[in-house]
């Protein structure tokens, strides 16, 4: 998760140092002090101080975004929020006036940017019975934000990460080659292999117009929304970018593709879709490549941090049931 090789304790160790030494940086209470509460692309801290203060702060891995790239990732939010299109959480500006901080510590060698969100109440949607009403809400808010991007007039320069098919299978990858991932036996990479070809061969018939290629929220999973008697709100828009639409629906089954319930996910994810915006057969007909894409992507990913607690939890069979979903849709498309 960093640029260099430092063994993960040790990072989270100088994270932490630099994560309460910086609270300084906003107008935040005495007495507060900030905890970790995930590890992927980012460090992710609860910040609470007396009198029931709380806040979210967000360090960001080194070389991910630029300054620039965050910018626009919060001019999305803000566009998103005051359009009434979907309640997005805000974020405090900083004693200087910026809401986006750069600080270094010892031990580090490069300079990190900080944002510190607001604090969102709420509960993920329970993913362990029927989601399908979460589904259908999660298809409704992706339409949503969909339409607000295609007719968004985008900040310029507008900087953000490009999840096509050379940011999974190009030469420099944004999370790593999926070969390197643990367990790709010569199988497996065989396999993937002839995946990765259909794939890059129907997307690029398939295309990049603005009406399915646009700016994407790239991760909007049920464990992404937070539900309260307020309403519901969509957070982490930190991989958000310009990606096919479809594949918003691909990242929302992340690591659950071989989940028996994902058919009928999928059609309420559809009908929440289709309640908000319009969309063609040829459009639905291509969901199932972006979901190999995406599980494709995820399977680099583990390989590219597996040092990090979730990813070695995730990494045994995940080759496997990889190869596994990709015979079956490769299979499908000689049907």
Not at 198 to 206: F, G, K, P, S, V
Request: hydrophobic share 40%; with cysteine.
């Amino acid at each position: 998760m960093d640029g260099t090789d430092m063994p993960l304790e040790d990072l989270l160790e100088h994270l932490a140092t630099l994560a309460n030494e910086t609270l300084s940086l906003w107008d935040i209470p005495d007495g507060a002090s900030a905890r970790l509460i995930n590890i992927s692309e980012n460090a992710t801290y609860l910040v609470e101080a007396p009198d029931n203060y709380k806040s979210i702060l967000r360090i960001h891995r080194e070389n991910y975004h630029s300054r620039r790239a965050i910018q626009c990732e919060l001019a999305w939010l803000d566009a998103l929020g005051s359009q009434n299109v979907v309640t997005t959480p805000g974020y405090f500006i900083g004693k200087n006036g910026d809401a986006i901080q750069q600080a270094t510590v010892s031990g580090l060698d490069a300079p990190r940017f900080l944002v510190l969100f607001h604090f969102v109440d709420g509960t993920a949607p329970d993913e362990t019975g029927d989601m399908t009403d979460g589904y259908e809400e999660l298809g409704s808010i992706a339409a949503r934000c969909h339409e607000h991007a295609i007719h968004w007039n985008k900040p310029t320069p507008f900087e953000r990460l490009i999840w096509d098919v050379d940011a999974v299978f190009g030469i420099s990858p944004t999370w790593g080659d999926w070969r390197n991932a643990p367990e790709v036996t010569n199988d497996v990479r065989d396999t993937l292999k002839s995946v990765q070809s259909a794939i890059e061969i129907r997307l690029t018939a398939y295309g990049k117009a603005p009406e399915r290629f646009n700016l994407i929220h790239a991760d909007m999973r049920l464990a992404n929304l937070l539900v309260d008697d307020a309403g519901t709100r969509l957070i982490d828009f930190d991989d958000c970018g310009h990606g096919w639409l479809m594949y918003d629906f691909a990242a929302s089954i992340s690591f659950i593709e071989d989940d028996l319930r994902i058919p009928d996910l999928k059609k309420a994810w559809l009908k929440g879709y289709r309640s908000v915006r319009e969309l063609s057969i040829a459009d639905e007909s291509e969901i199932e490549t972006f979901v190999m894409l995406r599980r494709m992507a995820l399977l680099a990913w583990i390989g590219s941090h597996i040092e990090a607690p979730e990813p070695q939890e995730l990494a045994p069979g995940f080759a496997a049931t990889t190869a596994r979903l990709g015979k079956v849709w490769l299979n499908g498309l000689k049907a």
